[in-house]
């Protein structure tokens, strides 16, 4: 039997300082599976991707991951997440995915963006008052002490509510430039097709997080932002091929290293204190697992009995 996790159900079992957790422990030992990310255009105004296989050591489940994105709807993001024993495949759970993607992107978002921000950072920009912004500024603040919020969305409704919701002192202001001129962090989960911000914007010891170039044609960050920047990636093959660094034509070598890199001492994440630092993922398989495996364990724990057997 399979079990059946709305965005409801997930939401009532999350724990984040356990995600997070699982999180660091899955970017820290990989698990060595190439990482699948299959998009395609739909012929309508959405986009079609999936990601496989989902895999840490250590965890006896596996995911599989097909979502639908279409910007104009609420959420943007639709589809399932699907959890499979690991020994003979079965199915084992089937996840909202817009619940899971939200959150192992804004926590493990939350995750890189304290290791490479300068310690004493604690004035936070977001543009783009989303969901994984908002889950970014969340798992941060279970990390560090957060002074102030810099808020800016193309709907200014939007920001107010983003700065309520945190009940950290902030202000919304009008546009990207002014949340970098405010902030010594900023976090980008946008849609944009065209640079948001660019070299001139920062200023020494920044750091910018940016989590919208997620397929081609995706941009958020300049060309020449990212190439006085030490940048790090999740996955610099996919960075290059549909994220950050190729969406401005830049390849694999522009990233100085992976979160994997900066976790485990292997390369360092920030060198100095006035180095502007990038964290730019493009998402990994395995993130949702670090997700997944945790919710069902729970869930199956409280006696979740909404559930299908889907070969009978």
Not at 160 to 185: C, K, N, T, Y
């Amino acid at each position: 039997m399979a079990l059946l996790l709305t965005r409801t159900d997930i939401l009532a079992l999350l724990d984040p300082p356990a995600i997070l957790k699982a999180l660091r422990t899955g970017f820290r030992n990989p698990a060595g599976t190439e990482p699948l990310r299959i998009r395609t255009d739909l012929p309508g105004p959405g986009t079609a991707t999936a990601l496989l296989p989902g895999v840490i050591p250590g965890v006896p489940a596996y995911t599989v991951k097909v979502n639908a994105k279409f910007p104009a709807a609420n959420p943007a993001l639709r589809g399932v997440v699907c959890l499979h024993d690991l020994a003979d495949g079965s199915l084992l759970a089937l996840m909202d995915s817009a619940t899971i993607t939200a959150w192992r992107t804004g926590l493990a978002a939350a995750l890189a963006t304290d290791v490479l921000a300068a310690e004493a950072a604690s004035t936070v920009g977001v543009v783009g008052a989303g969901a994984q912004a908002d889950m970014v500024v969340r798992g941060l603040a279970e990390l560090r002490r957060l002074t102030s919020l810099v808020v800016h969305d193309l709907d200014p409704s939007r920001a107010a509510a983003f700065l309520a919701g945190h009940g950290i002192p902030g202000q919304a202001v009008s546009s990207p430039a002014e949340v970098a001129d405010r902030a010594d962090v900023v976090v980008l989960a946008t849609w944009s097709r065209a640079p948001l911000l660019s070299a001139p914007d920062t200023r020494a010891g920044m750091h910018f997080t940016a989590l919208g170039a997620d397929e081609p044609g995706k941009v958020e960050l300049a060309r020449n932002l990212l190439l006085q920047a030490r940048v790090v990636v999740d996955d610099p093959g996919l960075a290059a091929q549909m994220g950050a660094l190729g969406n401005v034509g830049l390849r694999a070598e522009a990233a100085a290293a992976t979160l994997t890199h900066v976790l485990t001492g292997a390369r360092p994440g920030r060198e100095t204190a006035d180095q502007v630092t990038v964290y730019a993922p493009v998402g990994l398989p395995w993130q949702d697992l670090a997700i997944a495996w945790p919710l069902y364990q729970a869930a199956t724990a409280a006696g979740h009995d909404r559930s299908v057997d889907f070969s009978s």
